[in-house]
């Protein structure tokens, strides 16, 4: 089976409640930002975007907040459905030696409870 | 959309075998990459390509090799498999930077070796 979810801190959440996801993140030069969902046995997709010039981009049910001064990114769900269950990892985005370096960080399990 | 295609989503090998794994994607994007996805490290970057027959090493390429003979092909090879290179190898693909948010992901290799 799928090991990703293996030694990931988890969050479980209520079906319909709101979840938030955090990421702290390292370089304070990244100036983009990306969430990804990955569901078991899949590759990761594109969630939602921030750049460094923005503190909070909202979607279709998903709110990122950047926080510059802590180094800090969350994802907020709204009415958190048992499809979003998934691990949830961010990105940050950086230039160097002229080319753009993406970290990723090491993942949230989100499990919903029906 | 956009399809990231990785061959063989599920391999078996043993010590000191040659491990090929291809990725193709059909959207025409510049630039590829190969990633491997281990339990609490995240995605680490192995190697990366932003042009035929061009390649450059990421974080940790030691133990690999690439070939992009082709656009939309990018392979990763493991001359002489080890049990530390037991991962998920994730291939990646974007058009023009990171920056425009359009890193696609193909659904990941399971590499086990014994």
């Known amino acids: 089976g799928e090991s990703v979810g293996l030694h990931l801190p988890t969050l479980s959440v209520q079906e319909g409640d709101n979840s938030i996801i955090n990421c702290a993140y390292s370089?304070?030069?990244?100036?983009?930002f990306i969430w990804y969902k990955q569901e078991s046995g899949k590759g990761p997709q594109f969630i939602i975007d921030i750049r460094s010039n923005m503190d909070k981009r909202q979607g279709q049910r998903v709110t990122v907040l950047l926080n510059k001064t802590v180094k800090h990114l969350s994802l907020q769900i709204a009415a958190t459905q048992p499809g979003d269950s998934a691990v949830y990892f961010c990105?940050?985005?950086?230039?160097?030696?002229?080319?753009?370096?993406?970290?990723f960080g090491t993942g949230t399990k989100l499990q919903v409870i029906p | 959309d956009v399809k990231v295609t990785q061959s063989s989503r599920y391999l078996v090998k043993r010590t000191g075998e040659k491990v090929f794994l291809e990725c193709v994607q059909d959207m025409d994007h510049e630039n590829m990459f190969w990633y491997r996805q281990d339990p609490g490290l995240g995605l680490r970057l192995i190697y990366f390509s932003y042009d035929v027959k061009m390649k450059e090493k990421g974080d940790i390429p030691e133990g690999y090799s690439v070939s992009r003979e082709k656009k939309e092909r990018f392979s990763l090879i493991l001359e002489s498999a080890s049990t530390n290179q037991t991962s998920m190898y994730l291939c990646?693909?974007?058009?023009?930077?990171?920056?425009?948010?359009?890193?696609?992901f193909g659904e990941g290799s399971r590499l086990t070796v014994l």
């Open positions: 990105a940050e985005i950086s230039n160097s030696g002229g080319y753009q370096k993406v970290t």
């Open positions: 990646a693909s974007t058009r023009g930077t990171v920056g425009t948010g359009e890193l696609f």
């Open positions: 370089n304070s030069a990244s100036d983009y």
